[in-house]
């Protein structure tokens, strides 16, 4: 299968998929539950996190911003009392996420 034939597939399905989309994580464990995601599944494939970009905690949702091996940055959401995880939003990664005059400083 040609490489450009594999990636507007990937492409057509970001653009046609329904956010939240339930997945499943395997996360360490610290502290406390679920800390960080380590690896999730999508779509029957299994992405690393290579970095967690962010993470920020809200009433019932922890919600991680995640860097995966496929080069995309991922919007992760934990419902602590359920105990699911959704990808929220999938987005490209850029090369500088600041502004030119800021990354100038």
């Not at 507007?8 to 960080?36: D, L, W």
Request: glycine share 4%.
């Amino acid at each position: 299968m040609p490489t450009s034939f594999r990636s507007k597939t990937c492409e057509s399905f970001v653009s046609r998929a329904v956010f939240p989309m339930k997945i499943e994580v395997v996360a360490y464990s610290g502290y406390k539950a679920n800390e960080r995601p380590l690896y999730f599944v999508l779509e029957q494939n299994k992405l690393g996190v290579v970095n967690v970009v962010d993470r920020w905690y809200g009433v019932e949702h922890d919600y991680f911003k995640v860097l995966a091996e496929d080069g995309k940055v991922y919007l992760v959401r934990w419902h602590r009392l359920l105990d699911l995880w959704f990808v929220v939003k999938i987005m490209e990664k850029t090369e500088n996420p600041w502004p030119k005059n800021l990354a100038e400083r």
